[in-house]
């Protein structure tokens, strides 16, 4: 399956790509900073899992970023729109045939952490699967990766290197911290928010981990972000909802952007 959907993807697309960019909730509109844009609809790839989440495009975007070849994803694929891990996986897979060495990936997350603030943006440092599944289960292929991974450097130091130097010369204020992946689409408990401090995590969401594990069995180095577009569960005494997550990833879109633009420029 991942095979032929490159296969459709070059008969409209031509040439490799040097850098991948999954685009998290609300985070979207960087993909229109592409230069000489070409767009592959999700929908139209044979086999291909199509994004339903709110504020998801559902649209690979490929042409030129900072000077840099990037294939993007307008939307990801999430466990709990009823997907399976290997078809959230499958764009990895696709970007690793298609040239991708360097993976970045964004997401919008709950803040756990009590120092953050509502806005933040996170470095991800490492993370927490508490999805109660794995993208690897199953016969191996050995095409990608090994059958055991080491998943000891997840998120690529060098990278991150980069991203820290990137987001002082942009005068960006950059947390860093461990992301937890949970499953959704409900929001964490309060009690399931203070467990998770206990586990050392800083930040909560519903997506990335199986991405950024395929990526590691794929060889990328990956770079991630959490945007912090909320108070996680029983920090700030309000409910959490859809629309706050989805605001304040559109007021802090154009940072966000700055920093991924400048941080491919240094790849």
Same mark, same amino acid.
């Given at each position: 399956?991942?095979?032929?959907?490159?296969?459709?993807?070059?008969?409209?697309?031509?040439?490799?790509?040097?850098? +991948?960019?999954?685009?998290?909730?609300?985070?979207?509109?960087?993909?229109?900073?592409?230069?000489?844009?070409?767009?592959?609809?999700?929908?139209?790839?044979?086999?291909?899992?199509?994004?339903?989440?709110?504020?998801?495009?559902?649209?690979?975007?490929?042409?030129?970023?900072?000077?840099? @070849?990037?294939? *993007?994803?307008? +939307?990801?694929?999430?466990?709990?729109?009823?997907?399976?891990?290997?078809?959230?996986?499958?764009?990895?897979?696709?970007?690793?045939?298609?040239?991708?060495?360097?993976?970045?990936?964004?997401?919008?997350?709950?803040?756990?952490?009590?120092?953050?603030?509502?806005?933040?943006?996170?470095?991800?440092?490492?993370?927490?699967?508490?999805?109660?599944?794995? *993208?690897?289960?199953?016969?191996?292929?050995?095409?990608?990766?090994? @059958?055991?991974?080491?998943?000891?450097?997840?998120?690529?130091?060098?990278? +991150?290197?980069?991203?820290?130097?990137?987001?002082?010369?942009?005068?960006?204020?950059?947390?860093?911290?461990?992301?937890?992946?949970?499953?959704?689409?409900?929001?964490?408990?309060?009690?399931?928010? @203070?467990?998770? @401090?206990?586990?050392?995590?800083?930040?909560?969401?519903?997506?990335?981990?199986?991405?950024?594990?395929?990526?590691?069995?794929?060889?990328?180095?990956?770079?991630?972000?959490?945007?912090?577009?909320?108070?996680?569960?029983?920090?700030?005494?309000?409910?959490?909802?859809?629309?706050?997550?989805?605001?304040?990833?559109?007021?802090?879109?154009?940072?966000?952007?700055?920093?991924?633009?400048?941080?491919?420029?240094?790849?």
């Amino acid at each position: 399956m991942v095979e032929k959907a490159v296969e459709y993807i070059k008969s409209k697309i031509s040439g490799e790509y040097e850098i +991948g960019i999954i685009l998290g909730s609300g985070l979207g509109s960087l993909g229109d900073k592409i230069d000489n844009a070409e767009y592959v609809d999700y929908a139209d790839i044979p086999g291909f899992p199509v994004s339903t989440a709110p504020g998801h495009v559902g649209r690979f975007v490929f042409g030129t970023l900072a000077g840099k @070849r990037v294939m *993007c994803m307008q +939307g990801r694929i999430h466990l709990y729109e009823g997907y399976r891990p290997e078809s959230i996986v499958m764009p990895i897979r696709v970007m690793r045939l298609m040239g991708v060495n360097n993976l970045i990936v964004t997401n919008a997350a709950g803040g756990i952490n009590e120092s953050f603030d509502v806005g933040d943006i996170m470095l991800i440092t490492d993370h927490i699967n508490f999805t109660g599944t794995n *993208c690897l289960i199953g016969q191996n292929d050995d095409r990608f990766g090994v @059958r055991f991974p080491d998943m000891s450097y997840a998120y690529s130091p060098e990278l +991150g290197s980069i991203a820290e130097k990137s987001a002082e010369s942009l005068g960006i204020k950059l947390q860093k911290g461990v992301y937890v992946g949970c499953t959704g689409p409900s929001y964490e408990t309060p009690a399931e928010i @203070r467990a998770f @401090r206990v586990l050392g995590a800083d930040a909560v969401g519903m997506s990335t981990v199986q991405e950024v594990t395929a990526a590691n069995h794929c060889g990328m180095k990956v770079l991630g972000f959490s945007l912090i577009s909320n108070k996680a569960a029983g920090l700030s005494g309000e409910r959490l909802t859809e629309e706050e997550v989805l605001l304040i990833g559109r007021q802090k879109s154009e940072e966000m952007q700055m920093l991924i633009m400048k941080i491919t420029g240094e790849l």
